[in-house]
């Protein structure tokens, strides 16, 4: 079961593909903030993560703990010599970085909880968003790549290393021939569907691309087939849909949602019989509560589970 949280003063640290967010406080309603780009140079980033960390230490006082939510691949093994590691990962420069042994070296003393960047989005909300009196549910992420995670019987999933899901294969639309910008595996979800797919496929970025152009109809159908095999494989009760693509720039968030959720429903045809999967499915698939606060909220929440379970 996901532990108590202590409402102390901690660190919080969202790893994206594009910026590392940092924060300080106690809750989402006291955190100060701020936001570096993650580029290609892990040293200089981790860096000034911590040096912020620090400053805001002196500022505000102690922190008891700190949280860190990273994009993947991660060693999420305790027991592991790459453990806090990212691993086998895309991003330029970043493969095999040690960033919990970055931010150890600069916090010997406290206790710091670490998962990938979605599980963290995930447990934000969770704890303050979006599932209230939920026990299941995925959270996923669109943006510089694709990522999910997710809470299974009030535990977050992890099993062998993590949830890829945002490196599932689809079947493809027909006619469709875009071979995807995934460098593993082509045109895999992330491959497909990611911003810089979406970029590759249209020649604009996401909140540029007009409500009518072609690639909005290809990108919410790659996702409701990918919602549809996430419904069929974990079940869960709910399905949120973040990250940059997800606020679905000049389309419309509420048109982008309502055309997954036409497309998932059409894809499972009938099969699951759950009155979430046919006429509640507006509450089943949704945007997060946290909006772009997610991921830093439940870094937070690491943190300050890490507390209780030192």
């Known amino acids: 079961m996901l532990g108590k949280r202590h409402n ?40 000034q993560v911590t040096d912020w960390l620090n400053e805001q230490q002196r500022e505000r006082g102690a922190l008891q703990a700190i949280g860190i939510g990273s994009f993947g691949p991660l060693d999420l093994h305790p ?58 549910f995925v959270y996923v992420t669109i943006g510089t790549g694709i990522g999910a995670g997710g809470v299974a ?39 497909l569907c990611s ?7 249209s020649g604009m970025l996401a909140e540029a691309l007009p409500p009518e152009h072609e690639a909005w109809a290809l990108e919410t159908q790659y996702i409701a087939y990918a919602v549809a095999n996430i419904a ?6 709910r399905v949120i849909i973040g990250g940059g693509v997800g606020n679905a720039g000049r389309l419309g968030q509420n048109q982008f949602f ?23 499915i507006g509450d089943y698939i949704v945007p997060p509560h946290l909006g772009d606060n997610a991921g830093i909220c439940g870094a937070l929440a690491l943190a300050q589970i890490a507390l209780n379970d030192s």
């Not at 640290?13 to 309603?29: D, L, M, N, Q, R």
């Not at 934000?124 to 209230?132: A, I, Q």
């Not at 099993?159 to 027909?174: A, D, S």
């Open 258 to 280: 309502r055309l997954i959720r036409e497309k998932t429903r059409a894809a499972l045809s009938g099969y699951i019989a759950s009155p979430a999967l046919c006429e509640e």
């Open 8 to 47: 102390v003063l901690a660190g919080a640290i969202e790893g994206g593909g594009t910026k590392f967010v940092c924060a300080v406080g106690s809750s989402p309603h006291n955190l100060s903030w701020t936001e570096f780009p993650t580029g290609d140079n892990p040293i200089r980033v981790l860096a």
């Open 153 to 191: 019987g009030r535990q977050l999933i992890h099993g062998l290393v993590h949830p890829e899901m945002g490196h599932m294969l689809l079947p493809r639309v027909h006619g469709d021939t875009f071979a995807g910008v995934c460098p593993y595996h082509g045109a895999c979800w992330e491959g």
């Open 79 to 136: 027991g592991s010599p790459t453990y806090g590691y990212i691993t086998s990962t895309p991003k330029p420069g970043w493969r095999n970085t040690d960033v919990m042994g970055a931010v150890r070296r600069a916090f010997p003393e406290i206790p710091i909880g670490f998962d990938t960047d979605v599980n963290a989005a995930a447990l934000g909300e969770y704890f303050w968003g979006n599932t209230s009196g939920l026990s299941d």
């Open 195 to 201: 911003g810089p797919a979406l970029l590759k496929r």
């Open 232 to 237: 069929c494989m974990l079940s869960p009760q």
